[in-house]
C-alpha cells in the first residue's frame, strides 16, 4: 500500500514560510501585493480566485481583486495590466485563466511584466528555466517538486514519466526534474496508445497531467513508482477524481497524491511563495 504525499500538510508548511517571509520584507518596507483579475462569471475560475484571496490574508499578502465583467475588451484588460507593472505596492499579477474567449491569452501573458509573473507563465520566465536559471516557476510542477523532496524522493538517475505537455505542467515539469537529473519521457495526445501503458511502467516517478478522469490503471504503474495526480476531473458518478485511478494505482505505489488534497493545494501554496520571491528580485534581494 503507498505512502500517501499530503499536499494539505505541506501547503501549511509553505505558507507559513511564505509568511514569514512577507512579515520579514514588510518590516524592511518593500511591498508583496497581489493582484488577481478575474474576468467574467465562470464559477470555477471565481471559486479559485477565492482561495487564493483567502490564502494571502493567511500569508499576509495584501490582496488588490479585479472582477470585470465577462464583456471587458482586450483594450481595458491590457490597460489595467499595464496599470499594475507601474504599480510599486503589486509584487504580483495573476489573471485568471481560461478567459472569455474574445479575449487572447497569449497577449495577456505577454503584457504581464516578468518581474511579477508569479504564475510562471511568461516566456522569459520559462526561458530562464531552460537555461537554468534562477527565476519565478510555474507553480503546479514547482510544488510538485516541493512535495517529492518533503519525502525523499529524489529523481537523480530516476525514469520520470509525464503523461502531457502543457506549457503549465507538462513541459515545465519535464525541466524541472531533468535539472534534478532525472531521465525523462513525455506521453502525449499523439503517443500511440498501444505504447502508453508501457511507457508509464518505466516510471520510476510518474505525474499524471492529461484530464482525462482515471486514465492511469493499477497495472501502468511501476511498483513502488512516485504517481503524482495533476488530475481535477468527474468520474462518471459525479465524484471528484483524478487522471489516476486511485484506487489500482495505491496498491502498486511507493507513493501517491490523492484528489484533493494532493497537488491542489500545493499549486496554490506555491503562489504565495512565488509573492514573496517576486518582491526579493523586483528589490534585488533574489
Same mark, same amino acid.
Given at each position: 500500500?503507498?505512502?500517501?504525499?499530503?499536499?494539505?500538510?505541506?501547503?501549511?508548511?509553505?505558507?507559513?514560510?511564505?509568511?514569514?517571509?512577507?512579515?520579514?520584507?514588510?518590516?524592511?518596507?518593500?511591498?508583496?501585493?497581489?493582484?488577481?483579475?478575474?474576468?467574467?462569471?465562470?464559477?470555477?475560475?471565481?471559486?479559485?480566485?477565492?482561495?487564493?484571496?483567502?490564502?494571502?490574508?493567511?500569508?499576509?499578502?495584501?490582496?488588490?481583486?479585479?472582477?470585470?465583467?465577462?464583456?471587458?475588451?482586450?483594450?481595458?484588460?491590457?490597460?489595467?495590466?499595464?496599470?499594475?507593472?507601474?504599480?510599486?505596492?503589486?509584487?504580483?499579477?495573476?489573471?485568471?485563466?481560461?478567459?472569455?474567449?474574445?479575449?487572447?491569452?497569449?497577449?495577456?501573458?505577454?503584457?504581464?511584466?516578468?518581474?511579477?509573473?508569479?504564475?510562471?507563465?511568461?516566456?522569459?520566465?520559462?526561458?530562464?528555466?531552460?537555461?537554468?536559471?534562477?527565476?519565478?516557476?510555474?507553480?503546479?510542477?514547482?510544488?510538485?517538486?516541493?512535495?517529492?523532496?518533503?519525502?525523499?524522493?529524489?529523481?537523480?538517475?530516476?525514469?520520470?514519466?509525464?503523461?502531457?505537455?502543457?506549457?503549465?505542467?507538462?513541459?515545465?515539469?519535464?525541466? #524541472?526534474?531533468?535539472?534534478?537529473?532525472?531521465?525523462?519521457?513525455?506521453?502525449?495526445?499523439?503517443?500511440?496508445?498501444?505504447?502508453?501503458?508501457?511507457?508509464?511502467?518505466?516510471?520510476?516517478?510518474?505525474?499524471?497531467?492529461?484530464?482525462?478522469?482515471?486514465?492511469?490503471?493499477?497495472?501502468?504503474?511501476?511498483?513502488?513508482?512516485?504517481?503524482?495526480?495533476?488530475?481535477?476531473?468527474?468520474?462518471?458518478?459525479?465524484?471528484?477524481?483524478?487522471?489516476?485511478?486511485?484506487?489500482?494505482?495505491?496498491?502498486?505505489?511507493?507513493?501517491?497524491?490523492?484528489?484533493?488534497?494532493?497537488?491542489?493545494? #500545493?499549486?496554490?501554496? #506555491?503562489? #504565495?511563495?512565488?509573492?514573496?520571491?517576486?518582491?526579493?528580485?523586483?528589490?534585488?534581494?533574489?
Amino acid at each position: 500500500m503507498a505512502t500517501i504525499i499530503d499536499g494539505k500538510k505541506l501547503a501549511v508548511e509553505v505558507r507559513e514560510r511564505a509568511a514569514a517571509e512577507v512579515a520579514e520584507l514588510a518590516s524592511r518596507g518593500i511591498p508583496c501585493g497581489l493582484a488577481v483579475v478575474l474576468v467574467g462569471n465562470d464559477q470555477g475560475s471565481a471559486t479559485y480566485v477565492r482561495a487564493k484571496l483567502r490564502d494571502c490574508e493567511l500569508c499576509g499578502i495584501p490582496s488588490h481583486d479585479y472582477k470585470l465583467p465577462a464583456d471587458t475588451t482586450q483594450e481595458e484588460l491590457m490597460a489595467l495590466i499595464a496599470r499594475l507593472n507601474a504599480d510599486a505596492d503589486v509584487a504580483g499579477i495573476l489573471v485568471q485563466m481560461p478567459l472569455p474567449a474574445h479575449l487572447d491569452e497569449e497577449q495577456v501573458v505577454l503584457a504581464i511584466d516578468p518581474l511579477k509573473d508569479v504564475d510562471g507563465f511568461h516566456p522569459e520566465s520559462l526561458g530562464r528555466l531552460v537555461r537554468g536559471l534562477p527565476g519565478l516557476r510555474p507553480c503546479t510542477p514547482a510544488g510538485i517538486m516541493e512535495m517529492l523532496d518533503a519525502y525523499g524522493i529524489d529523481p537523480a538517475g530516476k525514469n520520470a514519466v509525464i503523461v502531457g505537455r502543457s506549457s503549465i505542467v507538462g513541459k515545465p515539469m519535464s525541466l #524541472m526534474l531533468l535539472a534534478r537529473n532525472a531521465t525523462i519521457s513525455v506521453a502525449h495526445s499523439h503517443t500511440d496508445p498501444r505504447e502508453l501503458a508501457r511507457i508509464c511502467q518505466s516510471a520510476d516517478i510518474l505525474v499524471a497531467a492529461c484530464g482525462i478522469p482515471k486514465m492511469v490503471k493499477g497495472p501502468w504503474v511501476k511498483p513502488g513508482a512516485a504517481v503524482i495526480d495533476v488530475g481535477m476531473d468527474r468520474d462518471e458518478d459525479g465524484k471528484l477524481c483524478g487522471d489516476v485511478d486511485f484506487a489500482s494505482a495505491e496498491l502498486v505505489a511507493g507513493h501517491i497524491t490523492p484528489v484533493p488534497g494532493g497537488v491542489g493545494p #500545493m499549486t496554490r501554496a #506555491m503562489l #504565495m511563495s512565488n509573492v514573496a520571491l517576486a518582491a526579493k528580485i523586483q528589490h534585488g534581494l533574489a
